[in-house]
């Protein structure tokens, strides 16, 4: 099965940015979709943005107009550029298969974001 490694998290302060990237051990073309969601503490997982094979794009209401979905197809990447951090994205990222892509894969440990104010 295709292993998923997330990197790119860090402490920044509130306004700040941030790139996240998703390295995938096989192909993410296959798989279709891909979406980086996140996690708070006692809250469920939630889908911030995903990306179609074709590179068509969807982002929670919340994020839209700062943060930015990307793959790279060759290179079995996805990414996250997050702009304008707000202390309320701080949460653990991670990348997987988006939703109706028929996959869900086991989940990696996620990268850590902390926004301060």
């Known amino acids: 099965q295709v292993q998923l490694v997330e990197s790119g998290g860090g402490l920044v302060q509130a306004g700040g940015s941030l790139r996240l990237s998703c390295a995938a051990s096989g192909s993410i073309v296959s798989i279709g979709a891909m979406g980086w969601y996140r996690q708070v503490p006692g809250k469920q997982r939630e889908l911030v943005a995903a990306?179609?094979?074709?590179?068509?794009?969807n982002y929670v209401d919340s994020v839209k107009g700062r943060f930015t979905i990307s793959r790279d197809n060759a290179k079995n990447t996805v990414y996250l550029q997050m702009n304008s951090l707000k202390p309320e994205d701080t949460a653990v990222y991670y990348c997987n298969a988006a939703p109706g892509s028929g996959y869900l894969l086991s989940w990696g440990q996620g990268t850590q974001v902390t926004v301060s104010s």
């Open positions: 990306i179609a094979r074709g590179g068509i794009t």
